[in-house]
């Protein structure tokens, strides 16, 4: 089941704020003025929520409507509070029929309200609406906080919403308001095209400033249309890197970003022999129906045919060679038994002091070589916005600026897990994935297709005796499908493959802010550590929680020091820790350390 995403929760609670306020006015129409709020709320919500994939076009209609209802509200608002409440002068608004000028200089400045037809629903509360002795007298109005302590609020305020329903769905009641509004338009002139031409500004204005709204988390930023500024340029490679596929021993994936179409192009690559090869388009994805602000199109090159522990240069050009990219270097991993496989793990990028030292520390001469990096999900935090697509320009832009030249100046493939901030929230269709499969490839299937039929999941071969599973911690695909699929991989295997690793985002043993008893690590604890059980699993490293976390050897649900699995943690690639975990020596059963991040 789909569930909602953080926006959409957030929209939701802001919403429903305002029909628990207690800073309703009490006039007449109260009541309708707590509906003029939520609409007013909501209606800015829907706007954020549309224009992040609508054009102004289609919204700029949407929004006239909403703001002629807020004039044709006003008025019926104004009409129903004293004038001593709304601090607007008289002589601005023309009295109405029924209020002579001796009335009013004896009446402390209060619009009479016997002219007024008064529905005797609407009064039937007299601690909430002022006492009602006759239909011609004026109601008394009371101090809002002697109410807030007689009375209960929530009660008010289902009682509030109960009359609300009943004049929606009464026509003659609109056809009341409209025919009064319409008089007032009339016998007020300056406060209607006062009002008018506040709708006019804020029909034209507001389209405009919120024109695809993205607001990113971790680091908190939000942008517009207005505010961006393109990223790409014309006759430029903006991104370039490499992809690990299932057997990086003998295969690597190329992508990289242009503004413009790569026509007449030519990828080659040179072995240390001086051999060139050159290697065709696997597929090249335009983005024009996510990004709206610039062209972009995402050329995936699928390099095979390679040999193992090899170094390779890669060169890149198109548009007959008049554009070209610097030349690369890459190594292609070992297969041999005697030499070792290493790579670079972390999940939940924030673009910060921190994140830039763990990465120069990760690529220090002592650790080399290298041959690989695995972000564990949370690449970008664009929250599934397609407005919020320079968030991942920027990350990538991090990523290949830190291993895309280590001190043997090679450029470092990489591997990603898909994370809840990819899509917005867990459980979410592919639909909400607007960047992660069409910049992403790590099968040689996937190279070759549409971004739509990419997986979330996929196995990796490390050597001749070890294998790494990436997983999907029930983003776009839970925990059911991958256990049938991964026992699949690893039942058609050979027997020499001693070494299993597991990489996902979302943890199963949790050491943070969720319990063992949470959706989805109790999910995973019934399905797929089963499989991890039965293969026997070496390491499982999970993200997330932004701690660091060590488990005990774990099996069967127990521990196991001889033949259990570790699983190590979370996600502190520069993040912060998002809560304390509570103390570092009284742990849970199954922890064996835990700390915390910055």
Aim: proline residues 6%.
């Amino acid at each position: 089941m789909t569930e909602l995403t953080y926006r959409e929760k957030g929209f939701l609670a802001f919403f429903l704020t305002p029909l628990f306020s207690k800073l309703l006015p009490t006039s007449k129409v109260h009541h309708f003025f707590t509906l003029l709020k939520a609409g007013t709320i909501l209606s800015f919500a829907f706007v954020i929520s549309a224009l992040s994939s609508w054009q102004y076009i289609v919204i700029a209609p949407v929004l006239i409507i909403i703001f002629i209802y807020l004039l044709f509200a006003s008025l019926i608002h104004l009409r129903g509070i004293p004038q001593s409440h709304t601090h607007i002068a008289l002589s601005d608004i023309e009295l109405m029929p029924g209020v002579s000028e001796a009335h009013h200089n004896n009446s402390n400045n209060s619009v009479a309200w016997n002219e007024f037809e008064v529905d005797e629903d609407d009064y039937n509360d007299s601690n909430a609406h002022g006492e009602l002795n006759d239909i011609n007298s004026k109601p008394t109005f009371r101090d809002p906080r002697a109410l807030s302590r007689g009375n209960n609020r929530l009660a008010n305020a289902v009682d509030n919403v109960k009359r609300t329903a009943k004049n929606l769905v009464s026509i003659g009641w609109y056809r009341k308001q409209l025919a009064l509004s319409r008089d007032d338009i009339v016998r007020s002139p300056k406060t209607s095209i006062f009002l008018m031409i506040l709708v006019l500004v804020f029909a034209i204005v507001v389209p405009l400033a919120l024109d695809r709204v993205c607001v990113c988390s971790h680091p908190m930023t939000i942008s517009v249309r207005l505010t961006r500024s393109t990223y790409c340029s014309n006759d430029e490679i903006c991104h370039l890197y490499l992809t690990l596929p299932e057997d990086p021993s003998h295969s690597m994936i190329l992508q990289y970003h242009t503004r413009d179409f790569p026509s007449d192009f030519c990828v080659t690559v040179q072995s240390p022999s001086g051999e060139n090869t050159t290697v065709g388009r696997s597929f090249i994805q335009p983005m024009d129906s996510i990004i709206k602000e610039e062209s972009r199109y995402v050329s995936t090159h699928y390099l095979d045919n390679l040999q193992p522990n090899t170094i390779y240069s890669l060169s890149v050009c198109y548009n007959k060679g008049k554009v070209c990219s610097p030349i690369h270097k890459f190594r292609t991993l070992p297969i041999d038994n005697d030499t070792p496989v290493r790579f670079v793990v972390g999940g939940d990028i924030q673009l910060n002091k921190d994140a830039r030292d763990l990465a120069a520390e990760a690529i220090k001469k002592r650790f080399s070589p290298l041959h690989f990096v695995v972000i564990g999900g949370d690449v970008a935090y664009a929250e599934g916005v397609p407005a919020c697509y320079q968030r991942w320009d920027e990350k990538l832009a991090f990523l290949i600026s830190n291993f895309g030249n280590t001190s043997e100046g090679l450029m470092l493939p990489f591997l990603f897990a898909i994370g809840n901030h990819e899509a917005g929230a867990f459980f979410q269709p592919r639909s909400s994935v607007p960047f992660f499969f069409r910049y992403t490839s790590f099968t040689a299937k996937d190279a070759h297709s549409s971004p739509q039929t990419r997986s979330s999941y996929h196995m990796h071969q490390l050597s001749s005796f070890g294998s790494l599973a990436i997983l999907d911690s029930c983003v776009i695909s839970c925990w059911g499908p991958q256990s049938t699929w991964l026992d699949d991989q690893w039942s058609s295997t050979k027997d020499n493959i001693t070494n299993r690793v597991v990489i996902y985002h979302s943890p199963i043993y949790p050491a943070g802010s969720q319990p063992l008893t949470a959706k989805i690590p109790s999910m995973g604890q019934s399905t797929i550590t089963k499989i991890f059980d039965k293969y026997n699993v070496s390491l499982v490293l999970e993200n997330h929680e932004h701690i660091f976390k060590r488990t005990k050897p774990l099996r069967n649900g127990k521990v196991d020091e001889e033949n259990g699995t570790v699983y190590v943690g979370g996600g502190a690639f520069g993040i912060g820790s998002r809560t304390k975990p509570g103390n570092t020596t009284n742990l849970p059963w199954f922890l064996e350390k835990r700390s915390l991040t910055k």
